[in-house]
T-cell receptor, first 112, second 114 residues
Framework: GESVGLHLPTLSVQEGDNSIINCAYS??????FIWYKQESGKGPQFIIDIRSNMDKRQGQRVTVLLNKTVKHLSLQIAATQPGDSAVYFCAENLSGYSTLTFGKGTMLLVSP | NAGVTQTPKFQVLKTGQSMTLQCAQD?????MYWYRQDPGMGLRLIYYSASEGTTDKGEVPNGYNVSRLNKREFSLRLESAAPSQTSVYFC?????????????FGPGTRLTVT
């Protein structure tokens, strides 16, 4: 798991800051999107999802924004905590298919 | 519920050896998946099984075979391991409802081929 972070874009923030992680997706026909969090040595964990008929969805301390015009997805984390340090992946589902296509990930480092 | 379990957690193989990675889920999910994860490459789909009795190739199937043994279990076999197959392997499962394609992941198997 620790080797996952090699060569990834990295976002470094201070504890308490808001974080924004961006993702460009590839297929304009994708209609469902997910954000996953992967801590070192563990499997990815679901954070939040959004369908293409929405442009914003909020969870606990997280918000996902979807801009279909430019095929862009973002994950906003409010009041970032050291426990949020992880690699974050976006994934897209193409309508009619049962698979997800994952982005390469962004490493978030939160310092106290 | 244990969720998605994978065995073994770690494995070292010599080139040419074979092995089977085991995966089981107790969530009554229809679909199961095998991914590999390499540094800087994200998760790449090897094979998947949309439902019991079916399997399909993903993005990187060469050098692998799979078996959907029953609804719970989906195994990945390396017949003749190569150093290029050194990776972390994740199994995942999904209920495949039209409202959600969320996949649940196991803890991974870290495989080194020397």
């Amino acid at each position: 798991g620790e080797s996952v972070g090699l060569h990834l874009p990295t976002l470094s923030v201070q504890e308490g800051d808001n974080s924004i992680i961006n993702c460009a997706y590839s297929n304009s026909a994708s209609d469902y999107f997910i954000w996953y969090k992967q801590e070192s040595g563990k499997g990815p964990q679901f954070i939040i999802d959004i369908r293409s008929n929405m442009d914003k969805r909020q969870g606990q301390r997280v918000t996902v924004l979807l801009n279909k015009t430019v095929k862009h997805l973002s994950l906003q984390i409010a009041a970032t905590q050291p426990g949020d340090s992880a690699v974050y992946f976006c994934a897209e589902n193409l309508s009619g298919y049962s698979t997800l296509t994952f982005g390469k990930g962004t490493m978030l480092l939160v310092s106290p | 519920n244990a969720g998605v379990t994978q065995t073994p957690k770690f494995q070292v193989l010599k080139t040419g050896q074979s092995m089977t990675l085991q995966c089981a889920q107790d969530m009554n999910h229809n679909s199961m998946y095998w991914y590999r994860q390499d540094p800087g490459m994200g998760l790449r789909l090897i094979y998947y099984s949309a439902s019991e009795g079916t399997t399909d190739k993903g993005e990187v199937p060469n050098g692998y075979n799979v078996s959907r043994l029953n609804k719970r279990e989906f195994s990945l076999r390396l017949e003749s391991a190569a150093p290029s197959q050194t990776s972390v392997y994740f199994c995942a499962s999904s209920l495949q409802r039209s409202s959600s394609y969320e996949q649940y992941f196991g803890p991974g198997t870290r495989l080194t081929v020397t």
